[in-house]
């Protein structure tokens, strides 16, 4: 993707330099590093987490540290919808109790007019 960034840069400004530069998260308070405990995993989740995570390492969507100032989340996966096959989900939750949220009023169909 970052190697794209400038056909990203033609769809959004934004967009361009999150892909650039990576996104910078509006902490309200920064977490205390520390290491989220991760759920037993099958032995079938586990094989196919080793892949994804290497798929994901290849992609650069994420890297490995040893910096010990981290939050390191637990990973899992859940079933696709309609469909055998199951998708990774990193649990973000503690992180997203830490982040400045804007709150809005969702625009529903009714509301645009």
């Given at each position: 993707?970052?190697?794209?960034?400038?056909?990203?840069?033609?769809?959004?400004?934004?967009?361009?330099?999150?892909t650039?530069?990576g996104?910078?998260?509006?902490?309200?308070?920064?977490?205390?590093?520390c290491?989220?405990?991760?759920?037993?995993?099958?032995?079938?989740?586990t094989e196919?987490?080793?892949?994804?995570?290497?798929?994901?390492?290849?992609?650069?969507?994420?890297?490995?540290?040893?910096d010990?100032?981290?939050v390191t989340?637990?990973?899992?996966?859940?079933?696709?919808?309609?469909?055998?096959?199951?998708?990774?989900?990193i649990?973000?939750?503690?992180?997203?109790?830490?982040?400045?949220?804007?709150?809005?009023?969702?625009?529903?169909?009714?509301?645009?007019?």
């Open positions: 993707m970052r190697l794209r960034w400038r056909q990203w840069q033609q769809l959004s400004h934004t967009a361009g330099r999150w650039r530069e996104v910078r998260l509006p902490w309200r308070c920064r977490p205390v590093p290491r989220r405990k991760q759920r037993l995993l099958s032995e079938q989740e196919f987490l080793n892949k994804e995570v290497q798929r994901m390492l290849l992609m650069k969507a994420i890297r490995e540290t040893t010990p100032r981290v989340s637990s990973i899992y996966t859940v079933p696709k919808k309609d469909s055998d096959k199951r998708r990774p989900v649990n973000l939750g503690w992180v997203n109790g830490h982040l400045k949220t804007q709150k809005f009023k969702m625009t529903t169909m009714k509301d645009v007019k």
